[in-house]
């Protein structure tokens, strides 16, 4: 069974604070996928960033980082220079790689706030 | 190129009532799933269609089902509500086999009483 585990609840920064949101998972696949969404507060999730398994490079992309460990089944994101519109909650998620296991694993969401 | 578009947006029904939810894929897609939301919570697969059935489906009791039409839109059909089916509804779409490439439309928010 997937499982992802966001021991955050809600985080408080003020703007241009950079912010790392935790995430940890769980899963018996040898190869997956991770993902981070923002959900604001009108509802829709917006995707931000994907992770293939095999792929433990981390990245930048523009105010967007993510560190990737497979040895700790961890899979954290990093706001730099938070803005008030970063305000919203962010879900970590997982899943499988087959077609027959494309279901999404979401954890509980931690809610982030800016404040001006 | 349209998204993922998701009817009515807001629902309020009695406990025991029956609900249909739909949800159009994006242009191109042809597999979708649908995710309930409970508040303060994180989605929870429902189930999932490709080809007019039911590929893969989550933890749910049968009193959620669901329905691929041949254009790849989708229903999600909820009886006897229940006060705990009091959730946001959310729909994604996807081509088959590129699960890690998951639109989600805007949602229908359910509410039972």
């Known amino acids: 069974a997937q499982k992802v585990t966001q021991a955050q609840t809600e985080i408080s920064v003020v703007e241009k604070e950079d912010v790392t949101l935790d995430c940890v998972y769980e899963t018996r696949d040898t190869t997956y996928y991770l993902f981070w969404y923002k959900q604001p507060p009108s509802g829709e999730l917006v995707f931000l960033i994907r992770?293939?398994?095999?792929?433990?490079q981390n990245e930048i992309s523009g105010r967007y980082s993510w560190n990737f460990q497979k040895s700790t089944s961890s899979f954290n994101f990093t706001i730099t220079a938070s803005q008030v519109v970063d305000s919203a909650v962010y879900f970590c998620?997982?899943?499988?790689?087959?077609?027959?296991?494309?279901?999404?694993?979401f954890g509980k969401g931690i809610t982030l706030s800016v404040r001006p | 190129d349209a998204g993922v578009t998701q009817s009515p947006t807001h629902l309020i029904k009695t406990r025991g009532q029956q609900v249909t939810l739909r949800c159009s894929p994006k242009s191109g897609h042809d597999t979708v799933s649908w995710y309930q939301q409970a508040l303060g919570q994180g989605p929870q697969f429902i189930f999932q269609y490709y080809e007019e059935e039911e590929r893969q489906r989550g933890n749910f009791p049968d009193r959620f089902s669901g329905h691929q039409f041949p254009n790849y839109s989708s229903e999600l059909n909820v009886n006897a509500l229940l006060l705990g089916d009091s959730a946001l509804y959310l729909c994604?779409?996807?081509?088959?086999?590129?699960?890690?490439?998951?639109?989600f439309g805007p949602g229908t928010r359910l509410t039972v009483t």
């Open positions: 998620a997982l899943s499988g790689t087959t077609g027959a296991n494309s279901k999404l694993t």
């Open positions: 994604a779409s996807s081509l088959v086999g590129r699960g890690d490439e998951q639109y």
């Open positions: 992770r293939n398994s095999f792929d433990e």
